[in-house]
C-alpha cells in the first residue's frame, strides 16, 4: 500500500523529456508512493482538465519538473502546464493549500529561467543532467516521506517525520563538557517524542550522542530507525553511529551543503568550526537555525550574531522574545528549542519529560 500520494506536473516538451519523466515516475512508485501520471492515470477520451484538477486536490504532493519550457507555458497559461500552474497559483493565493506541498524540480536551465514565477522564491531540487541523480531523488524522497502540514494535525506520533532536522555540533566527545552531553541527550529524545527526523554528520561526539538518545527513543515507541534517521558522511571515514539511512559524500565541504539540502531546520550545540560551516550553509539556502548559546564556542557566536542583527523573517512565526529563550540554562534548552520548531512547523507544544 502506498504510504504518500504526488501529482507530477510537467511540459509536453519531446519524448526524451517524457521519458525521463517517466523513469523518475516508476522509480517513486516503487518506493511505495502513489504517483498520478497523465500517461497512465488519463487515457484517451478522458477529461483532461478535470483530471489534473483532481490529481492535485488528492495528492499529499505536487512535483513540477522545470526545463524552461515549462517556465514558459506556465506564465503564459499554454497547454496542461498552464492549466496547472493556474490551479496551483490559485491555491497559493487562497492558502487553501499548504505551500510546502508544492516541490520544483529543476530538470534544465537555471532557477530564473526555468521556474514559473509562482514558484521562484521557493527552494528546488536540482535535477539537471549533471548533478547527482541518485541524491536528488534522495532528497525527493526525503520531503515526501516527511509527514505533509496538508495532513490533519493530530496528538498521536506521526508515522512520518513532520520536518527533518539536522543536529550539528562539537565531534569530538572528549571536548563536549558533561552538561553538554546531556543536553545533546536531551535533544534526541525530544526530537523523537515530537515527531522529527533527525539528520547528522556520523561524527562520535554531538551526532553520536543524540543520534543514540534519538534511537533508543524511537525504538521504545515501536518505530524503525530507518524512517526517522539519515546521516550524511564523508566517504572513507568511519561512522560512529552506523544506523538509518546513510548519505555519504566526497568531502566534509560538500557534507555541509548536502546536509542544507536535505534539511528543513538546524540546531547547532557548541562546535568547534565545521558545526557553525553546517549552520551558515543552513542559513545560506533559507532554513531556520536555532543555536542553544550555554553550549559555548558556534552555538555561543551564532546566537549572539543572530539575536543582534534580528529580523522578523530570520524564523518565520518565531519571534525575538521566543528566541531569546534558546539562552535559558542546560539542558532545559533542548526543550524550548523543539517546541518552538514546533511552532515553526505549525505543530502544538509539548510538555517533554525532563533529565
Keep these: 500500500m502506498a504510504k504518500v500520494s504526488c501529482f507530477v506536473s510537467y511540459a509536453w516538451e519531446n519524448d526524451p523529456h517524457r521519458a525521463w519523466t517517466e523513469a523518475l515516475a516508476k522509480r517513486l ?53 498552464g492549466q496547472e500552474a493556474t490551479i496551483m497559483y490559485g491555491e497559493l493565493l487562497t492558502e487553501s493549500s499548504p505551500a510546502d506541498r508544492f516541490l520544483p524540480l529543476l530538470r534544465r536551465g537555471s532557477a530564473a529561467d526555468a521556474l514559473p514565477a509562482y514558484l521562484k522564491t521557493r527552494h528546488y531540487i536540482d535535477f539537471r543532467p549533471d548533478r547527482n541523480q541518485d541524491q536528488a531523488f534522495e532528497q525527493v524522497c526525503l520531503r515526501l516521506f516527511s509527514e505533509s502540514s496538508s495532513t490533519p494535525q493530530a496528538t498521536a506520533r506521526p508515522l ?62 515501536g518505530f524503525s530507525t530507518g524512517d526517522f534517521l539519515t546521516q ?51 542559513r545560506h539556502t533559507g532554513k531556520p537555525v536555532l543555536p542553544l548559546p550555554e553550549t559555548g564556542s ?30 535559558r540554562p542546560l539542558p532545559g534548552a533542548a526543550r524550548e528549542a523543539v517546541n518552538l520548531l514546533l511552532k515553526w512547523a505549525g505543530r502544538p507544544s509539548q510538555q517533554f519529560a525532563g533529565r
Design 29 to 81: 512508485s516503487q518506493c511505495q508512493i502513489k504517483v498520478y501520471l497523465d500517461k497512465w492515470d488519463c487515457p484517451v477520451g478522458c477529461e483532461l482538465a478535470r483530471f489534473m484538477q483532481q490529481s492535485i486536490a488528492q495528492s499529499d504532493y505536487v512535483l513540477i519538473i522545470c526545463p524552461p519550457e515549462y517556465a514558459r507555458k506556465a506564465d503564459s497559461g499554454r497547454g496542461g502546464a
Design 232 to 282: 550524511i558522511c564523508d566517504i572513507g571515514r568511519e561512522n560512529a553511529f552506523p544506523e538509518g539511512r546513510i548519505i555519504q559524500v566526497e568531502t566534509s565541504q560538500i557534507g555541509y551543503t548536502e546536509s542544507a539540502l536535505y534539511s528543513d531546520a538546524c540546531i547547532l550545540l557548541a562546535g568547534l568550526g565545521g558545526a557553525l560551516q553546517t549552520a551558515l550553509w543552513m
Design 160 to 221: 512520518r517525520p513532520i520536518r527533518w532536522i539536522r543536529v550539528t555540533g562539537t565531534g569530538d566527545l572528549g571536548r563536549i563538557e558533561p552538561v553538554v552531553q546531556n543536553t545533546a541527550r536531551m535533544l534526541g529524545e525530544c526530537l523523537a517524542d515530537a515527531g522529527f527526523g533527525l539528520i547528522t554528520g556520523g561524527w562520535p561526539g554531538v551526532d553520536r550522542l543524540v543520534a543514540d538518545a534519538f534511537r533508543a527513543r524511537l525504538q521504545t515507541a
Design 298 to 327: 558556534d552555538a555561543k557566536a551564532f546566537w549572539y550574531s543572530i539575536n543582534e542583527l534580528w529580523t522578523d523573517d530570520l524564523l518565520p512565526g518565531i519571534s525575538r522574545q521566543e528566541f531569546q529563550r534558546l539562552a
